[in-house]
């Protein structure tokens, strides 16, 4: 599966982006999808997932959680993430992955999204 992210930019603190990422290739339903960033100088870390199917269970890093939402429409084989409330430490580039099972390791995802970078001014 091929997966295309976009929707990153540049955002004051407190404002508001959605991410959204189109796959193409296998079956999408199939697949648990999830979002990961890297930050400048630190290594990549989880962010959201959401499961494969109906996407009736979500997880969430503790650092997002409350500000973030994640969500997938099937029929258009998308998964998006709403930023909320942004913060300076939100920047960072954005990667959504798809995988086999719902875990929050990287290891676990297969296919990888080429990045949107998203900024938070203070």
């Known amino acids: 599966v091929q997966l295309q992210a976009s929707g990153g930019g540049l955002v004051q603190a407190g404002g508001s982006l959605r991410l959204s990422c189109v796959a193409s290739g296998h079956s999408f339903t199939v697949y648990n999808m999830a979002w990961f960033r890297q930050a400048p100088g630190k290594g990549r870390e989880f962010v959201a997932v959401i499961i494969s199917g109906d996407g009736s269970r979500t997880t969430y890093a503790d650092s997002v959680k409350g500000r973030f939402t994640i969500s997938r429409d099937n029929g258009k084989s998308t998964v998006y993430l709403q930023m909320n409330s942004l913060k300076p430490e939100d920047t960072a580039v954005y990667y959504c992955?798809?995988?086999?099972?719902?875990?929050?390791?990287?290891?676990?995802?297969?296919?990888w999204g080429q990045g949107t970078l998203v900024t938070v001014s203070s």
């Open positions: 992955a798809a995988g086999g099972r719902f875990r929050i390791a990287e290891v676990a995802y297969d296919y």
